[in-house]
């Protein structure tokens, strides 16, 4: 009941979902009463002397109504205490506690009472099993439980709350295939192969992962070229040889057979005769070749503009679009970024440190930043968020690559392309030096660019000096 009459649940819902700017106290809070020094303005019930409806009746808070009486946050942490309870101590099981913090502090958490109750609520009836101590909480457990959506998720978020230790998905779903694709082979060509993928692919995918720097195309580039080893396995077998006896000869004819394997077959060649399994055999491998600039400068700056001015195209995806155009930052490093890279200073500059020096961000783009930042609760990142400034759907896990690149590339812009005349038009105006610390490339890389952009850095040193 209001001051001004009955209040239906409908419009109870809408006012406390919908808060405003108290006129009088200033803070964000359902404004439904009227003022009492004018009582044709609305403010909250604190300022109009009221007992708010929209209070929960244990908590008192008023955000987050979800019941008739109390909030979601009071509902969510009833559910939580009697599902990651250890019925043997009456006690909240010691290994689910930081898991039990992370969901109660969580900004919806009348989307996490949603995922706990809705069907087939994979995750609430395991949790309660291991809270039960039926089921053991560990990696193991999941890889006996099928690898589907529902059960992934489950694991990553015990993963993201430090119950369980870090794992990469990834690799383990490559470790299931090579056990499937391995099968067809003799055992000489299975552990030669196994050796290959283990300690040359899933080594280096790992450390990949440990930097942060895992994605599909790394993936992909790996499953290419143990496929491909395993089909000149195949084709060896055919042909009464081995890897181990391959000759120069019979590797010229499978190329020609599968014209499209050279690629490849050029790394796994090359660890055959690293191991000195066979060093009768060999695939030069190409020289680098020089970047193409298809995009122009003015197409560049057309894509910029479109970026700061599309308000339909996502905020988060304007401003890694922004970062690539403008600073040369390729996807992988964009959706790596951590929020303590952007800095916001009180005379209104927003800083970014792509590598070790902080860039003031141009016009536009900065208000970008300050509007993302605000939508999404500075203080909020990195405690519920694990610190990402480009958060994915996964527990604990960045925005994935792919997304960014479809939503660009939905809207006309190829990141890879765009990113070439970025560099080409930085390298012709900054120092490679300079540039090389700015964007965070190899000092190399940034002398390429130069060369390519027709500048001459070399008495750089020297100028600067005097």
Known sequence: MLPTGPICYRCRRHFAYHPHICPECFELRPVAYPSVSSPNVLVCATCAGETSVFACAECGREDHPYGAERCARCILAERLTALLTDPTTGRLHPELQSLYDELLTTPRPQS????????????ARLLALMAKGELPINHDTFRRLPADRSHNYLRELLTSTGVLPPYYPPIEQIERWLIDLLDPLDPDSTAMISRYAHWHHL???????????????????????????????LWASMHETTLDMLTQTQLEHYLAEYPGGRNSQQTFIAWLRRTRTNTRINIPWRGQTTP???????????????????????????IGGLFTLLFAQPLETIIAMRADQITLEHNGRVLVTFDTIPIEMPPGLDSLLRCYLAKRGT?????????????????????????????????GIKPGYSRHAAMYSLAGEVPAPVLAELIGVANKTAVKWAALAGRDWSEYVTQRDT
């Open 112 to 123: 996490v009472i949603t995922w706990l109750k809705k069907p087939p609520a994979t995750g």
């Open 203 to 233: 080594r280096r995918l790992r450390s990949l992962a440990e930097r942060g720097k895992l994605n599909k195309s790394v993936i992909y580039a790996a499953r290419a070229n143990i496929n491909g080893a395993v089909r000149l396995a």
């Open 379 to 411: 203080p909020s990142i990195v405690s519920r968020e694990h610190g990402w400034l480009f958060p994915g759907r996964h527990p604990g896990r960045h925005l994935v690559r792919e997304t960014f690149r479809g939503h660009l590339v939905a809207v």
């Open 292 to 318: 193409e600039v298809v995009v122009s400068d003015a197409d560049r700056w057309n894509q910029i503009s479109q970026l700061l001015h599309d308000a339909a195209t996502p905020l988060y995806v304007r």
